[in-house]
């Protein structure tokens, strides 16, 4: 019923920056709140940033100054801008939508994930 593509990962030296995109489509009423997690080798997945649809923004500590996220409802689209990267941000980079589906429902969607590698 939601198909989110990603798109933004990618190879970036220590210091660097990359922004990330995450476009959602399909049949829906409207999206409520928007989010970027992000998995490492070994590693549990970890909320990175989450938006609400009246744009309240909160940020995980490890990278809070750094990375921003933001939303254009108009082209169902999330996006994180990452700042200064450093090698411990390295990970698979995924984008989690909360939509209503109907007027009793909703339902939470995965995108496919993004690999970004922060290395020199």
């Known amino acids: 019923q939601v198909r989110l593509v990603e798109s933004g990962g990618g190879l970036v030296q220590p210091g660097g920056s990359l922004r990330l995109s995450c476009a959602a489509s399909?049949?829906?009423?409207?999206?409520?709140?928007m989010a970027w997690y992000r998995q490492a080798p070994g590693k549990q997945r970890e909320l990175v940033a989450f938006?609400?649809?009246?744009?309240?923004?909160n940020y995980a500590d490890s990278v809070k100054g750094r990375f921003t996220i933001s939303r254009d409802n108009a082209k169902n689209t999330v996006y994180l801008q990452m700042n200064s990267l450093k090698p411990e941000d390295s990970a698979v980079y995924y984008c989690n939508v909360q939509v209503i589906d109907s007027s009793i429902t909703s339902g939470d969607y995965w995108g496919q994930g993004t690999q970004v590698t922060v290395s020199s």
């Open positions: 938006i609400t649809g009246g744009g309240n923004t």
């Open positions: 399909g049949s829906f009423f409207s999206i409520t709140g």
